[in-house]
Structure formats: C-alpha cells, structure tokens
C-alpha cells in the first residue's frame, strides 16, 4: 500500500513538472481565481479570488448544503495583503497577511447551531502553469476567535488554525 502510494504522488508530480514545462508561455497573473478554500471542516466551500487590485486580493467562501432534515450553509469572507511577490519563468509566489470572518448555519433535525468567527493569519500562495492554466496552491495559519450558539448554551471559540486551498486562474 505504502508503495502504492509513493508511486502514485511520484506519478502525479512527474505529470504536473511536464505539464508545468511544456506551458512555460502561459501568463500567471489572471484576475479571477475559482477553486476550494477551507481552514476546517465548518469553515470551507468554493471560493472566489479578485487579485485585479494587486498587491491587495478579496476573497469570498462558501457552500449551501441542504438535505432531508439537515442543511449547512456557511460564508466567509477575507481581504489580504501581500507583503512580497515573486515571478519568476515557471512560477509566481506570494506571501501575505489576510484578514478573515466567516458564518456558519447548521441544523440537524431539531438541533441548531450558528458560528461567528474571525481571525488574522500569515500564508504563501504558487501559482504555476498546469497545462496552460494558471493553478495556485496555498496555505495559511492563523489566529481565530469567534462564538458558537445553539439551542442550550453559547461559548466563545479562540484558537489557531490551518487553511490551505486550490484555485485555477482565468
């Protein structure tokens, strides 16, 4: 299994190198990004990037779940700062500071529960050329804080957290 799964990451880093290299032409610098952005499992969905007011970006995240008896809707939003960018033949880099809040909504059959919450963090973004189409990889960690109420009780929630993401660039 454990050989499996070396093979398998080596296969997919050797494709993404190739790939990478044969479209060394495509410009990295779009403005609109799309993919998935999630610092836990409460807070994430699809999320929209604007990088067109460089070095500042916004951001929006979010999912609209329903089901039987259940339903799950959560939205955030975050505005960065880059503090330094990099562009270089095959990839561009950033690093910058951002500032995050999010909602969540969720009921499960008669039990309901909202979160407020916000947080600063420092993350790292590449965005590199995967078959033409500019993809960015980040990843982020922050200090959150937020509160969480549900039917009996509310409490404040404080505590670092990890974020990382995926958007394609047009």
Same mark, same amino acid.
């Given at each position: 299994?454990?050989?499996? &799964?070396?093979?398998?990451?080596?296969?997919?880093?050797?494709? &993404? $190198?190739?790939? #990478?290299? =044969?479209? =060394?032409?495509?410009d990295l610098t779009k403005n609109f990004g799309i993919g998935l952005q999630g610092a836990t499992? $409460?807070?994430?969905?699809? #999320?929209?990037?604007? &990088?067109?007011?460089?070095p500042v970006y916004l951001q929006t995240v979010g999912r609209f779940i329903l089901s039987d008896e259940n339903s799950d809707h959560m939205l955030g939003v975050g505005i960065s700062y880059a503090i330094f960018e990099h562009q270089s033949r095959w990839n561009l880099s950033r690093l910058y500071f951002t500032l995050e809040g999010a909602w969540q909504y969720e009921k499960?059959?008669?039990?309901?529960?909202?979160?407020?919450?916000?947080?600063?963090?420092f993350g790292g973004e590449i965005v590199f050329s995967l078959g033409g189409i500019p993809l960015g990889?980040?990843?982020? $960690?922050?200090?959150?804080?937020?509160?969480?109420?549900?039917?009996? =009780?509310?409490?404040?929630?404080?505590?670092?957290?990890?974020? &990382?993401?995926?958007?394609?660039?047009?």
């Open positions: 299994m454990k050989r499996l &799964t070396f093979c398998l990451i080596c296969l997919f880093f050797g494709i &993404t $190198v190739s790939l #990478s290299a =044969q479209a =060394q032409g495509t499992p $409460v807070f994430g969905g699809i #999320s929209f990037r604007y &990088t067109g007011l460089a499960q059959k008669d039990f309901l529960t909202t979160r407020l919450g916000g947080g600063i963090a990889l980040n990843m982020e $960690v922050g200090q959150g804080f937020g509160r969480e109420k549900d039917d009996f =009780q509310s409490k404040g929630l404080a505590g670092v957290y990890v974020g &990382t993401g995926i958007h394609a660039y047009f």
